[in-house]
């Protein structure tokens, strides 16, 4: 009797999700395996010997790779500072790490269109004090995508950060500071390892942020293609459903493995976090 | 050590500097005088703001998004509530499951969805694209409603939900009249951040466009690629302060630690 109400009451979005999300992505996922209405794999063999395809693929996953790296060598030692000032001060940097968080990744993105452009504020200035002979070309590179992903992300590892760092008992690192340990001792031997859980979900949600981002690469990436506007080229302006499938069916896979792997890593190094 | 402090003062502040300069630019580009977008502005005018409410595309599609916005919402209440009270209050076979069926939306990518939304609900399923519009941010609001009123539910007693039932109100008017009542800042919040999700939203709404229909971010992203007027940079700084606004009204209900959590 009890179980029924139990049911009852998760039936209605249950039933929502599976006939609008769940049903249309399995059959995506199914077919990418037909080809021509016979079972084959020859999507995946064709993309995975495609130089053009697996040149965005890699272009994506060091351009990801390469952002999460950034955000933790910037967002760890900010998060470090936030989680030890006082009070106010924390709350305050707390909601200016927010704000970017919750504002409109078409406004962030664009905003970096006007500095880094070729007419852009960075290149006036560093035209102005005599840095540069010719002005930069970054936008609508893979900088300029990273640039913007960094921007986009960083302050999600920070907040995800302070939240262990905030966590961790004061009275370890006196300790071991007390106990003969170097500043920087304490830092690799008592800190990092304490943070690693939040380290690891941290860059679990930039690099698959990263990795599927789509409004920065297409505002700031040019014809630069990532995995995510290739897909959207296929779907809509090529009509190209079967490729836009496959191309989704890998996302998933990839985004599923990274985050599965990336969890058993972090419950190895430490089982209780 | 307050020799290292001041290091890491000033390298934080380089940080915030590089997070919030672009927003601090973007504004002030937004009062410019003439057509180009530049930084510094060369003279000062509101005229830009003034053009916001006369781009036809911008009023009809902020019209669209703030439809779709408040009926998803409502939707992503109507399913998320009382899935949220049953996967907090009970103990049951398929929990998990059901639980990562209910936050699945945020681990799918979300150009993934909107993909097969539009392959699906719309081409397949035949709604129109303003109902595949509703029914895809529907989806996507759904785990942020189900997250902020669970972490709401996770500090009620529900002791006292039992003592109301014992003392012979119904099931079902035990949870209007104590339950709900209970949770309503949690519930003002998730309305608040699930709408933010899907007024910002881009990777669903990208797929969903046809004639007459489209949402504002996706206008706003049409608009870029053929002008470099300081429009765009009007509508971000009133997004900004929108922002601004929902933000700390959902501090002032649940604190900041909602946000910290992960």
């Given at each position: 009797m009890r179980n029924r109400t139990i049911y009852l009451l998760l039936l209605p979005g249950a039933l929502f999700l599976t006939i609008f999300m769940v049903i249309p992505i399995l059959l995506t996922i199914g077919s990418t395996f037909f080809n021509e209405g016979s079972f084959s794999f020859e999507g995946y063999l064709h993309y995975f010997q495609d130089k053009y395809f697996i040149g965005i693929l890699l272009t994506t996953l060091r351009v990801s790779l390469v952002t999460t790296f950034i955000c933790i060598l910037l967002g760890f030692p900010v998060a470090y500072y936030i989680s030890k000032v006082g009070t106010r001060t924390k709350v305050l940097l707390l909601l200016l790490s927010i704000f970017p968080l919750l504002t409109s990744s078409v406004v962030r993105s664009f905003s970096w269109m006007i500095i880094i452009g070729k007419n852009g504020v960075l290149n006036k200035l560093l035209l102005s004090i005599g840095l540069i002979e010719e002005p930069l070309n970054i936008l609508y590179t893979p900088t300029a995508i990273i640039i913007g992903l960094v921007h986009l992300f960083l302050p999600l590892i920070i907040i995800t950060l302070i939240g262990v760092l905030e966590n961790m008992d004061e009275d370890l690192l006196t300790a071991a500071e007390s106990l003969g340990a170097s500043r920087l001792g304490v830092f690799t031997k008592v800190v990092l390892p304490l943070s690693m859980p939040g380290l690891v979900i941290g860059s679990i949600l930039v690099f698959v942020g990263s990795f599927t981002a789509y409004t920065t690469p297409a505002l700031l990436g040019g014809k630069q293609r990532v995995i995510s506007t290739f897909l959207y080229q296929n779907a809509t302006t090529l009509n190209d459903w079967h490729t836009a499938a496959i191309v989704a069916t890998i996302m998933i896979v990839i985004t599923l493995l990274v985050t599965i792997i990336m969890n058993q890593i972090a419950y190895k190094i430490n089982p209780k976090g | 050590m307050k020799q290292k402090n001041r290091g890491l003062a000033v390298f934080t502040f380089l940080v915030f500097v590089f997070l919030l300069g672009p927003l601090l630019i973007i504004s002030v580009t937004?009062?410019?005088?003439?057509s180009v977008l530049k930084f510094p502005i060369e003279t000062f005018s509101f005229k830009w703001y003034e053009n916001i409410f006369k781009v036809n595309m911008f009023l009809t599609s902020f019209k669209t998004s703030i439809i779709v916005s408040l009926a998803g919402n409502l939707l992503a209440l109507i399913l998320g509530i009382p899935a949220a009270y049953a996967l907090s209050r009970f103990d049951f076979k398929g929990k998990s499951v059901l639980n990562a069926v209910f936050i699945s939306p945020i681990l799918i990518p979300g150009i993934v969805l909107g993909f097969t939304f539009l392959r699906y609900i719309v081409t397949t399923y035949h709604f129109p694209i303003y109902t595949g519009l509703f029914i895809g941010h529907t989806i996507i609001m759904l785990p942020f409603v189900i997250r902020v009123i669970s972490s709401s539910l996770s500090t009620f007693d529900f002791s006292i939900e039992e003592a109301a039932h014992s003392l012979g109100a119904s099931k079902i008017g035990t949870f209007f009249q104590v339950v709900l009542p209970n949770i309503k800042s949690g519930i003002i919040a998730a309305v608040m951040i699930a709408f933010l999700e899907s007024f910002n939203n881009v990777d669903i709404s990208?797929?969903?466009?046809g004639p007459g229909v489209s949402t504002f971010p996706i206008q706003m992203l049409t608009y870029v690629e053929t002008y470099f007027d300081p429009t765009i940079a009007a509508i971000s700084v009133m997004l900004m302060i929108i922002t601004a606004f929902f933000m700390f009204i959902v501090e002032r209900l649940m604190g900041l630690s909602y946000f910290t959590k992960r």
């Open positions: - | 937004s009062f410019e005088g003439g990208v797929f969903m466009t």
